[in-house]
Each structure stands twice: as C-alpha cells, then as structure tokens.
C-alpha cells in the first residue's frame, strides 16, 4: 500500500490547508484531497513541486508498505428526498 505523508508534513510546519494552498499555489481542493488522502493519483510535475516545496526527496512524500492495512473510504452520504404531493389537474 502506498502511504502518504503530506497530512504530517503540513502538521510539522504547523500550515492548516488553506495556508497550505497559499504556499503551493495549487487550487484549495487539491490541496484537500492531497491532505485528506483522497487523491487517487498524482502526476510527475505536482510531486515535482511538492519536493521544492518541502524540500524533500519523493519518498518523504509517499512510501511503500507491503501488505498495509487498506485505509476504510467514508461511507457515502444518504441522500433524503422529499416526497411531494402531486399537483392538482387544472380544470379548464
């Protein structure tokens, strides 16, 4: 499983998301997938600019760890709908 640690090293700067956001230039919603673990992937130039920003090598950002436990996704949210009277036929 891969692991990543960019949640632990916004904490150890001691950045919320939105500063977070700020510093790397990069869009408030990236930023809270990146810091959620929501991001399915990644490409070359985002760790690329993660790297400069943290000054670090790619494996500070993401590791390996053979048979990890699967993270649990969020259960997805129930959807509640109204019922609505039906409309009364207009008399003509």
Same mark, same amino acid.
């Given at each position: 499983?891969?692991i990543?640690?960019?949640?632990?090293?916004?904490?150890?700067?001691?950045?919320?998301?939105? @500063?977070?956001?700020?510093?790397?230039?990069?869009?408030?919603?990236?930023?809270?997938?990146?810091?959620?673990?929501?991001? +399915?992937?990644?490409?070359?130039?985002? #760790?690329?600019?993660?790297?400069? #920003?943290?000054?670090?090598?790619?494996?500070?950002?993401?590791s390996?760890?053979?048979?990890?436990?699967?993270?649990? %996704?969020?259960? +997805?949210?129930?959807?509640?709908?109204? %019922?609505?009277?039906?409309?009364?036929? @207009?008399? @003509?």
């Open positions: 499983m891969i990543n640690h960019i949640p632990d090293l916004i904490a150890e700067r001691g950045w919320t998301i939105y @500063r977070f956001a700020e510093v790397s230039g990069l869009n408030y919603r990236t930023c809270r997938l990146l810091a959620l673990h929501e991001k +399915p992937s990644i490409r070359f130039d985002l #760790l690329d600019l993660l790297c400069a #920003l943290f000054s670090c090598q790619p494996a500070a950002i993401y390996y760890k053979p048979n990890a436990p699967l993270r649990a %996704k969020r259960a +997805p949210k129930k959807v509640v709908r109204k %019922k609505v009277a039906p409309k009364p036929a @207009r008399r @003509r």
